[in-house]
Structure formats: structure tokens, C-alpha cells
């Protein structure tokens, strides 16, 4: 079965670090996401792509964090300097949903990156 | 705007008893509401969703949820639990308008032998 891949599951840097999380979403899924979640609080989403391109980074904290999907296949988050608020889990998912059509499908979630910062 | 709201943070119950998980939604327009399901260190997995149709749905695992146009709602159900049930439970609500979800803040099942 097809599955989400995130890399590295683990994550211990220092404040001031640059960090930065891979994904490499299910073949064909055209969508992807990247989601925060805080213990005890649901998913928050990052950033949004349709293949290569952005199309939801509104709660994207720009001034640190950047995010690309150059060949509208795998995916890098990069958080540049890492903050002592930014440790949470960073899921990644994917969906075969086509944004502009407006219909939602169900989002396939990778296993996550747990992010530690000191 | 859409929101969800689960508003318990936990559910105990009995191995072998009916479970229900709430959850309540706001949306303009068709809803598309999801539950996952999240073991611990792990990512979320998909176990229903409703689009259009019956309002009762059928996902993995046994699971099922109602969807109530009139209330809002859209409970996660199991007829008999299991210990290995116990997890952390997310209902999500998204709109034919747009193409996000938004998700509660979950619901921790704890399914005691």
C-alpha cells in the first residue's frame, strides 16, 4: 500500500538552527499539505501546494519558514532560525484533490517529523 | 468561516460497549466532513467521510458516523469497542467552496478492558 514518507521521524536542534523536514507524498497525488500540530491541539495547516505551486500559505510564519515543491513531486519545509515555539509534530499529507474543482478528498498523512527545540 | 468543535476532550468506556465520539460543525454550504483516527507518534489516518448520500456512513475499523444536517453534527459511532480503539480521535469539515479542512482539537478514546 501506498504510503506518505516524511523524513527524519526526529528532530532535536537548537534555537537559532535552521531545520528542514523532506516529504515525498503518495505517486499521482497532486496535492499537498503540511500541517503543525501542537500536543493536544489538532492539525493546523502550513502551507498548501497544487503540484508545484502554492495555493494556501496563510498561516505560513514567513519570516522563518519557507516551504517548495520544485518538481511538484516531493516537498521541503524549512524553518530558519528555529524558534523554542516551533517544537510540535510537522505532518505531511496528500490528496488527489484538484484545488480548482473545489471537491475534497481524503488526505493521506505521513508518519510526521517530531520537532524538538532547545 | 467554517469550524469544528469536539467537545470532549476525552471518552472512557467499557471494552465491548458502544462508543460515540462528538463532533459539530459550522460550514456555509455542503459540508465534507472526515473523521481520522491517530495512534501515538504517528500520523493521522483516514476512517470515513461523508460527501453526499446516506447519511450514514461506513468507514474502516467498524466504524461508522450519522450525519445530522439539522444539528450540525456528525458523531463517530462503534457498536462494540475495543481496548485497541484507544487513540486520539479528529473530526474535519471542509466546503464544496473551498479546499482546506479545518480540524478539531481532538478526542482521546480510552477503550478500558
Known amino acids: 500500500e501506498a504510503e506518505v514518507a516524511q523524513s527524519p521521524r526526529y528532530k532535536i536542534t537548537e534555537k537559532s538552527q535552521a531545520v528542514a523536514f523532506w516529504c515525498d507524498p503518495i505517486s499521482g497525488h497532486a496535492t499537498l499539505y503540511w500541517y503543525r500540530q501542537i500536543l493536544g491541539q489538532g492539525p493546523e495547516l502550513l502551507v498548501q501546494f497544487q503540484d508545484e505551486s502554492v495555493v494556501d500559505d496563510s498561516q505560513l510564519p514567513k519570516d522563518r519558514f519557507s516551504a517548495e515543491r520544485l518538481k511538484g513531486v516531493d516537498s521541503t519545509l524549512k524553518i530558519q532560525p528555529a524558534e523554542l515555539g516551533d517544537s510540535a509534530m510537522y505532518l505531511c499529507?496528500?490528496?488527489?484533490?484538484?484545488?480548482?474543482?473545489?471537491?475534497?478528498?481524503?488526505?493521506?498523512f505521513g508518519p510526521g517529523t517530531r520537532l524538538l527545540v532547545l | 468561516a467554517q469550524s469544528v468543535a469536539q467537545p470532549e476532550d476525552q471518552v472512557n468506556v467499557a471494552e465491548g460497549n458502544p462508543l460515540t465520539v462528538k463532533c459539530t460543525y459550522s460550514v456555509s454550504g455542503n459540508p465534507y466532513l472526515f473523521w481520522y483516527v491517530q495512534y501515538p507518534n504517528r500520523g493521522l489516518q483516514f476512517l470515513l467521510k461523508y460527501i453526499t448520500g446516506d447519511n450514514l456512513v461506513k468507514g474502516s475499523y467498524g466504524f461508522e458516523a450519522e450525519f445530522n444536517k439539522s444539528q450540525t453534527s456528525f458523531h463517530l459511532k462503534k457498536p462494540s469497542a475495543l481496548v485497541s480503539d484507544s487513540a486520539l480521535y479528529f473530526c474535519?469539515?471542509?466546503?464544496?467552496?473551498?479546499?482546506?479542512?479545518?480540524f478539531g482539537t481532538g478526542t482521546r478514546l480510552k477503550v478500558l478492558a
Open positions: 499529507a496528500s490528496s488527489l484533490a484538484e484545488w480548482a474543482s473545489g471537491a475534497q478528498e481524503t488526505q493521506y
Open positions: 474535519a469539515v471542509g466546503n464544496s467552496g473551498t479546499y482546506k479542512s479545518i
